[in-house]
């Protein structure tokens, strides 16, 4: 009788982390509407902010307005250690237009982080964004 409760209890404790696992992982799924912030250096150069419709699916990250600029959808890397606060981190890159680097933080809803943009010519844009899971 002891060894039964044991395996039970172990497997509680298993499946306990596994199911907790993977409803950090699913923080991140779907779409998030965003309002990306150029910093002081950006705007200087003529940057002015913009809404942007961030995508999380099947392991993969976008951007639509990045997507309209050249840049396809990428792996997306995660951190879901602190529990309901996951952090991602997104590299995609164009021919034409550079490299984008995303990073940021979900909790619950809400969605905030950094964009650095490196265009093609070397100029660097920073940005900061916001936002909410888009409602669908």
């Known amino acids: 009788m002891r060894e039964i409760l044991s395996i039970v209890c172990v497997s509680m404790l298993l499946l306990s982390a596994f199911a907790s696992h993977a409803l ?6 779907g779409k998030w509407k965003v309002e990306v912030l150029p910093d002081e250096d950006a705007r200087r150069a003529g940057e002015r902010k913009f809404d942007d419709t961030l995508l999380f699916e ?3 990250f976008s951007s639509a307005v990045f997507k309209k600029r050249g840049f396809d959808r990428v792996q997306f890397e995660e951190d879901v250690r602190r529990g ?8 995609a890159e164009s021919e034409k237009q550079g490299a984008a680097h995303w990073s940021g933080t979900v909790t619950a809803d809400q969605i905030k982080g950094e964009l650095v943009w490196t265009k093609a010519d070397g100029t660097e844009l920073r940005y900061s964004f916001q936002g909410s899971r888009a409602q669908e």
Do not use: E, L, N, V
Request: no cysteine.
């Open 24 to 29: 950090a992982r699913d923080q991140f799924a």
């Open 58 to 60: 099947g392991g993969f």
């Open 84 to 91: 309901p606060i996951a952090s991602f981190k997104a590299a």
